[in-house]
């Protein structure tokens, strides 16, 4: 899946009940996700990080539809390596 | 970009950089990220959200770099719905 097929299937799965909820409690369930992600990274398996990135992406898909906003343009400002810099290695100060 | 492309050009673009300062750096990053996108989610503009949204998707793919997980993989899970129920749309109590 790319990121638009991503956000489409976390709108069919889960889209009516997220906004529900509401957006502040989509921001709380991502902040849990990123700390569940923290501790993976830190003592985790590889099977339970490969869990938890999946999670965060997963949480940030639902986020960014209910703010309309479209994942494939978020990232297209890093397309050409850094977005202050310019440069790709990154040669910021 | 699909996720397997932008990891690769979040790669070369801050791969060694980031792996210089460490998977802890990072998370601690990728933390602040995070509070930025709750920001202008709560106060921001469209255009705001669009800017950290990607911030955060780059994070998240530089520490997946970091500790060898490849996105694409990590986001399979939820390809046919709920990874817990199985249900599209989901049926979680």
Known sequence: MDLAELQDVIERTYGERDRARGVAATVAWLTEEIGELAQAVRKGTHDERVHEFGDVIAWVATLA?????????????????CPRCGSMPCACP
């Open 65 to 81: 539809n209910q703010e309309g906003v479209d994942l494939s343009e978020a990232i297209q400002r890093y397309a050409d390596g």
